[in-house]
């Protein structure tokens, strides 16, 4: 079955970093495909053409889409309002995780990093998970 919801991610510039970083992060992860700008969009995008305009890549088997599409206000990754979550079977998993994606791993704090692009990752033990959607009260006292 396809992914019909594909996430998609605005770079200012570093998208095809990003996708290599991520494809060296996760052990099932790769680059399916790269786009270049063309000439014609040159004037519209204020990209050079031949410069990486997207880069579609699988994570885990969950496909994402990747764009350079410059600097433009509102469009940036510096917001914590969507984060990605993964859900981690041991903590020797969430530790090489959190090592890999948090760019500042002291500052950070409940699971939730931001990595060097300025994504942001949640990092939780899949137990977590299982408790949480089985409605347990972890606030009742």
Do not use: H
């Not at 990486?52 to 917001?79: C, H, R, W, Y």
């Not at 002291?106 to 409605?135: H, M, N």
């Amino acid at each position: 079955m396809s992914q019909k919801v594909i996430p998609f991610v605005w770079f200012e510039k570093d998208a095809e970093k990003a996708a290599e970083y991520y494809v060296s992060v996760f052990a099932s992860a790769k680059i399916n495909q790269i786009v270049k700008y063309p000439e014609a969009a040159e004037s519209v995008s204020g990209q050079k053409a031949g410069s990486v305009m997207t880069v579609d890549l699988a994570i885990e088997g969950m496909n994402f889409q990747f764009l350079n599409g410059g600097k433009v206000p509102g469009f940036d990754l510096g917001s914590s309002a969507v984060s990605f979550v993964i859900e981690c079977e041991t903590q020797a998993e969430i530790d090489d995780l959190w090592g890999k994606l948090s760019a500042v791993a002291e500052a950070e704090q409940c699971g939730w990093c931001r990595d060097k692009f300025g994504v942001t990752w949640q990092i939780v033990p899949k137990v977590l998970v299982q408790y949480r959607s089985k409605k347990i009260n972890f606030w009742k006292k």
